[in-house]
């Protein structure tokens, strides 16, 4: 009983994993077409740049702020809230990840579960959001398409593998039920 149930769970997650990658490579094919269409915008260089900068940001920035940080800065409560956006942003758009990071770390105790995130374990989505959208609006309405290089490519390549895994047991198991 218990050999047919794990059969069973097994068949149903190589099929999962055909239908998830069946889905990833149509996603790919389509990025890949609408690539060359005229109003598309191919930007992965400038958002993995950042992307990049952001990272390495987050991984070395202290949480306590730099002592001169604050004359350099606005006080946030004399801020709109735009006027705190459009400054990350400014930051964003210097390469200066650092500050973006330590602007949203400010901002975020006068507009806390907002924009700026809830926590700290939210800085690093937040300064991407704010990347994608100023990518996308600065490409006049095009499409924005991230090439995700070798981090889809890895994702991808570790899904063959688990499908591949599972196909072995698949025969594993199969072959221990005719036993």
Known sequence: RKDFLLQQDIYKLHFQMLLLLSSYRKMLD????????????????????????????????????PENFFQQNPDPYSLSRQDAIASV????????????????????????????????????DVLVMF?????????????????????????YSKLMSINMDAIKLLKAAEAAAAL
């Not at 389509?30 to 991984?59: G, H, M």
């Not at 942003?89 to 330590?102: F, I, Q, T, Y």
């Open 30 to 65: 389509v990025l890949n077409k609408a690539r060359d269409a005229p109003n598309v915008s191919d930007l992965s260089f400038e958002y993995t740049k950042q992307i990049d900068s952001i990272l390495i940001a987050a991984k070395n920035c202290e949480w306590k702020l």
């Open 89 to 124: 942003v400014e930051s964003l758009a210097r390469d200066d990840a650092v500050h973006a990071l330590h602007l949203v770390r400010r901002y975020r105790d006068k507009w806390p579960h907002d924009v700026f995130g809830a926590s700290e374990f939210d800085d690093v």
């Open 131 to 155: 990347v994608a959208k100023t990518l996308i609006q600065d490409s006049m309405n095009n499409i924005m398409i991230y090439q995700g290089g070798p981090r889809l490519d890895a994702a």
